[in-house]
C-alpha cells in the first residue's frame, strides 16, 4: 500500500516527485520504483527519511507501528499519517512524544494502485488548510473523504472490504457466464465494465441506485425477474451481513 501512495503522488500533481523519498527494507521494491520514478528519493533508513519531512505517512502492519513510529523521533511541526488498521489516535499519540502532533488516520483500497480509490481521511489536531491538502493528494488517486474517526470502522467495512464484495459479485457473475458459455476473459471484461457502468451513473448524476434499478427493470422484462430472485435468495440481506461482520 505505501508504494502505491508514493506512485499515486508521484503521477498527481500536487507534490513535486522529487520532494517525496520511500524509505523501505527492500532494496529491490526501491530499484522498481525509482526506475518507473527517477526524480523520486529512496532510502533503507526510516530516520533519514522523516528527519526533514513535513509530512510523513507510515504504512506498515498494526503490529509494526509502535516501534518504526517511535525510532522517528517526530517533531511538532511534522504532520504523521497512519496506513495501519485498527490504531486509533489515542494509540499514535502514544507512540510519539508530543501528545498534541498533528495526525491523519487514512483508509485507502487496492484500487489506489488504478488511482481509483475509495480513501477515507480522519484527522486529529488538524487546520482546514492540512485537511484540504490531504484531500487535494487522494482525490488524484481516486475520491477521499474526510470523516470522523468513530466512523472509521463502518466505512472501512464498505470501503476497503466491500472493494472484495464488488469483485466477489463480478466472479459471481462470470461463473454463470461460462455455464452460459462465455469465455472467462470476455465474461470478466463484460461483468468489469457493466459495474463501472453502474458506479459511473451514481457518482456522475448524483443518482440513487435505486431510481436506476427502475429504468432498467420493464414491466414483465427479464431485469425485474432477476433482481426478485436476487431478492429470494437474499442478496441484500446477505450484503448487509458482510458489512456488519467487517466492521466488528
Not at 524509505?23 to 526510516?46: G, I
Not at 483500497?109 to 484527522?123: D, F, H, P, R, V
Not at 469483485?167 to 459495474?195: N, R, T
Request: charge should be neutral; aromatic fraction near 4%; hydrophobic fraction near 45%.
Amino acid at each position: 500500500m505505501g508504494g502505491a501512495i508514493a506512485r499515486g503522488m508521484a503521477k498527481g500533481t500536487i507534490v513535486p516527485t522529487e520532494d517525496i523519498i520511500v524509505s523501505n527494507p527492500s532494496s529491490d521494491k526501491l530499484e522498481r520504483l525509482k526506475a518507473d520514478y527517477p526524480a523520486l528519493r529512496v532510502t533503507n533508513d526510516n530516520k533519514l527519511a522523516a528527519a526533514d519531512a513535513d509530512m510523513v505517512i507510515v504504512a506498515v502492519k498494526p503490529w509494526l507501528m509502535k516501534r518504526v513510529v517511535r525510532e522517528l523521533n517526530l517533531r511538532k511541526r511534522q504532520v504523521l499519517v497512519s496506513v495501519a488498521a485498527g490504531l486509533t489516535f489515542e494509540d499514535l499519540a502514544g507512540f510519539v512524544a508530543d501528545k498534541e502532533m498533528t495526525m491523519f488516520r487514512l483508509v485507502p483500497n487496492t484500487a489506489i494502485s488504478e488511482l481509483q480509490s475509495m480513501t477515507l481521511i480522519a484527522g486529529r489536531k488538524t487546520t482546514p488548510e492540512q485537511e484540504r491538502l490531504m484531500l487535494d493528494i487522494f482525490n488524484e488517486m481516486g475520491m477521499a473523504m474526510l470523516i470522523p474517526e468513530e466512523k472509521i470502522a463502518a466505512t472501512t467495512a464498505m470501503t476497503s472490504c466491500g472493494i472484495a464484495y464488488a469483485l466477489k459479485y463480478i466472479q459471481a457473475v462470470m461463473q454463470a457466464g461460462i455455464e452460459l458459455g462465455i469465455y472467462p476473459k470476455d465474461g470478466m471484461k463484460m461483468v468489469a465494465q457493466s459495474v463501472k457502468g453502474a458506479a459511473e451513473l451514481i457518482l456522475n448524476n448524483d443518482t440513487h441506485p435505486a431510481a436506476e434499478i427502475d429504468k432498467v427493470c420493464t414491466p414483465g422484462g427479464i431485469t425485474i425477474k432477476g433482481v426478485n430472485e436476487l431478492e429470494h435468495a437474499g442478496f441484500t440481506s446477505a450484503l448487509i451481513r458482510a458489512v456488519k461482520v467487517s466492521c466488528k
